[in-house]
DNA sequence: TCCTACATTGGACAATGTCTAAGTCAAGAA
DNA sequence: TTCTTGACTTAGACATTGTCCAATGTAGGA
């Protein structure tokens, strides 16, 4: 991640704590965080961050492209570091976790000319769903 | 409509004069109201209606598979009466607009057996997203 | 070390959705 | 037709998620 703050250095920003831990807080795989629980994750190293801070950053972060938002339930978005490698995700109907997953072959496509409408396409995102292990097997 | 009239009353549902609003509201092709939206159109028929009824009546649509809930913004939640014809959205990334479409095959099939995680798949959604053709000559 | 433009903070506000207690009414019974 | 009753509706309080602003703090260059 610090790859990510070296980044962020080049494109000027200022590297304040608050910055720091939230980058910290989104390193991994598979990390999918409402902004509550990137706050909440990055109180823990710095109590006084402010959720307004947690949004400016996860904002900027998003509009330069080093995370993606996903909104898989309508209800808050989710924020995933993972934004250098395209792929797409895979969520439990039941506990709600969720997987990067990478199809094979481009889900644009699948959408011929005539179901287009005239639209210039930019890209396809799918969610797929389904029962993850532990909830398959708890019936 | 008079179709999903005659299916609710099936259902042992009174058919009030609110849930008939409601039902009108949400008849046609490619129509993607949000609750505000159909509490606002219900309500130029029935102005006493109130939110917490369509609120109701959307969430029962949706649980008996009359209707299907759309996200395709993070923002409200759109519901969308096109639900006994398997298809997919296409979203204008500068109006909003959405129209239904159909891919041809299964975008299901696209996600090979490693990447599934163990999981029972069940569905996917497929979001493209594009400018409409007014929005491409505008610029 | 000092400046200052940029960043952070707390809290008010906005948008969307949920819940509850009290009143209302659709539809079957007589 | 009228009565009865349990399902339905209502208004408004409350919850969740996100945005905005004025005051304060500070990173990094001079």
Redesign the pocket.
């Known amino acids: 991640m610090s790859d990510l703050l070296q980044r962020l250095?080049d494109r000027?920003?200022?590297?304040?704590?608050?910055?720091r831990v939230?980058a910290e807080v989104l390193d991994g795989e598979h990390v999918h965080y409402?902004?509550?629980e990137v706050h909440a994750r990055a109180a823990e190293r710095?109590p006084?961050?402010?959720?307004?801070?947690?949004?400016?950053?996860?904002?900027?972060l998003v509009s330069i492209g080093e995370v993606v938002e996903v909104?898989t339930d309508?209800?808050?978005?989710?924020y995933d570091p993972n934004a250098h490698h395209s792929h797409q995700h895979l969520v439990c109907s039941r506990c709600g976790v969720i997987r990067d997953v990478r199809p094979s072959g481009d889900p644009l496509a699948l959408l011929p000319e005539e179901e287009r409408f005239g639209f210039t396409l930019s890209e396809a995102t799918v969610t797929y769903r389904g029962l993850c292990p532990s909830c398959s097997s708890a019936g």
């Open positions: 250095r000027g920003w200022r590297l304040t704590a608050q910055r939230v409402t902004a509550d710095l006084e961050i402010s959720r307004a801070t947690v949004y400016n950053t996860l904002g900027e909104s309508g209800r808050a978005k989710r």
